[in-house]
């Protein structure tokens, strides 16, 4: 223990002076009051926003691409981290740093190899023409399936091993017992398994949801100023065109569907802990 | 369970394919000779990896962001050790809210932050843009520190720093003696994770960027929109290899599963 108080703020002091300093307060600047933009601007702007049909579809887009990125994390990474997490052969060790390896490599390295596999000299394309399928190869860069791959990709290591830490907690002599007591495979995962793991999945959820709705990178080769998102519109603004007030409108959009995600993912879990 | 399901192993299948195969085309496109990136490559050779390694704008930025994952990681450490030990052992008020704003990096979209320091700390505070990084990265890193590091502290029992002080330690010298080697562990995972996380991050430093100081993802992504050469997947087999290098490294000093234990909990 620190016994004095004067100490304990002492050490914590620098760290939140740096937080403070350079995260909380300029975030707060910019979202609400930007500089060179005159009073009011900024909420004008959004009112706009959410009116506009073409911005609007951004943020739609930006909605759809991220549910649907998280479900299939979820539907696919689920399932990974369980078997990784219950099997006692000797792969399973190298297949779980195998799933964890992607998330050490670079987002842009990550991505890249969408270009090669969907770009018009890429790999489906060539199959699809060679298999006599169609003539030309379709346009598959540039298109709301490819920054869904793209992000899939990008954040089902993280769904993985949040899973796996879930699913591992879980005693798998409960699993035993359910079969013991007669419960089909199907039965046990639906009744046992999967309840005991929801604190999990949630998080797996929250984190790839606000990760897939913030994603720059991805959105950014694969989905291309065809298919904007709002971390893409986001630079545009305030890299491009210098219009501080939309970059501001767009940042509030952005930071409140990330901040509701993570409120709510928090109640649910504390919810269902005070029923447990 | 004795028999995987089958509807779960073609899942976690599908998973593998999606994750990893997108890396070997990649890989595979880097030996070509030819000039465009295609698939399958014209030739094998090693012309792209000469390329990219003797293309300034890509060495500068590497030394770049070298140097700045270096001394935010450290930075972030030196800030964040001792905030970790004073939230998890000083007994102040509003604890809930004091690691609530540790973790705050974390939840903001890095966007946003980016776009708030370049115009409070570059045009309203006229830093330059190195000075904007480091603070910028240092407080992404911070979340790693305290969570990392605090994960650690939890098994590390109060009572063997009591014993220290009773047995007439200092502050200082009990901090280096008991606590720290409970602690060197999650040092080591904090400051791989933040290393790591600093030298790939773009949406932070692709707004804070200027022409004298870039980092390297940041200068490759401006490269792939302007050109489709392989240079690009040269470079990506490069870091990729280099990324597998420290990955085999933290397998050896802690085992990777529980560097990335501490993420998430």
């Known amino acids: 223990m620190i016994r004095s108080r004067r100490i304990a703020l002492a050490l914590l002091l620098p760290g939140l002076a740096l937080l403070v300093g350079g995260v909380v307060a300029p975030s707060l600047v910019m979202l609400l009051s930007p500089p060179r933009v005159e009073t009011g601007e900024v909420l004008d702007r959004l009112g706009r926003m959410l009116s506009d049909p073409y911005d609007l579809e951004i943020v739609w887009r930006t909605l759809r691409v991220g549910l649907v990125v998280t479900a299939i994390c979820v539907l696919l990474g689920f399932p990974t981290a369980f078997l990784l997490a219950r099997s006692r052969s000797r792969w399973a060790g190298p297949l779980l740093a195998l799933a964890i390896f992607p998330l050490l490599l670079s987002n842009v390295v990550r991505t890249y190899g969408w270009l090669v596999v969907l770009g018009s000299n890429g790999v489906v394309g060539k199959t699809l023409v060679a298999l006599g399928f169609t003539d030309e190869a379709p346009q598959l860069l540039y298109t709301e399936l490819a920054v869904v791959l793209g992000l899939v990709q990008l954040f089902l290591p993280l769904a993985i091993v949040t899973c796996y830490s879930a699913v591992a907690q879980v005693d798998a002599g409960l699993d035993d017992a359910a079969r013991g007591l007669g419960a089909g495979r199907t039965r046990t995962m639906w009744s046992v398994v999967i309840p005991l793991s929801m604190p999990g999945i949630a998080m797996a959820a929250t984190l790839v949801f606000a990760g897939a709705v913030t994603a720059y990178t991805t959105p950014y080769l694969l989905g291309g100023s065809r298919q904007r998102m709002l971390s893409t519109q986001l630079f545009s603004y305030s890299g491009v065109t210098l219009d501080w007030a939309a970059a501001s409108a767009t940042a509030i959009v952005m930071t409140i569907l990330v901040v509701l995600v993570y409120v709510a993912s928090t109640l649910a879990t504390r919810t269902r802990g005070r029923i447990q | ?265």
């Open chain 2, 1 to 265: 369970m004795k028999r995987s399901s089958p509807v779960a192993a073609s899942l976690a299948v599908l998973g593998y394919l999606v994750m990893i195969v997108p890396i070997l085309f990649v890989v595979a496109t880097a030996f070509t000779e030819g000039e465009t990136l295609r698939f399958p490559p014209e030739g094998l050779s090693l012309r792209w990896f000469d390329e990219a390694t003797s293309y300034q704008p890509f060495t500068d930025a590497l030394l770049s962001s070298l140097q700045l994952a270096l001394l935010a990681t450290v930075l972030a450490l030196a800030v964040g050790i001792p905030a970790t030990l004073a939230i998890m052992r000083g007994r102040l008020p509003g604890r809930s809210l004091v690691e609530g704003l540790f973790l705050s990096p974390l939840i903001l979209p890095e966007l946003v932050v980016g776009l708030a320091l370049f115009q409070q700390l570059m045009l309203q505070l006229e830093l330059d843009n190195f000075q904007a990084l480091l603070i910028g990265h240092t407080a992404l890193l911070l979340p790693y520190a305290v969570r990392v590091t605090g994960a650690s502290l939890v098994l590390a029992d109060p009572a063997l720093e009591e014993a220290a002080r009773g047995l007439g330690a200092s502050p200082l010298r009990t901090f280096f003696t008991v606590t720290l080697p409970v602690l060197r562990p999650g040092i080591i995972s904090a400051a791989l994770l933040s290393f790591v996380t600093s030298f790939n991050n773009v949406p932070i430093s692709l707004l804070l960027q200027s022409r004298d100081f870039r980092t390297l993802p940041v200068t490759m992504l401006d490269y792939v929109q302007q050109n489709y050469t392989p240079i690009i997947a040269a470079m990506s087999t490069l870091l990729l290899a280099a990324t597998v290098v420290l990955a085999v490294v933290a397998e050896r000093i802690l085992g990777f599963a529980r560097i990335f234990g501490g993420i998430n909990r």
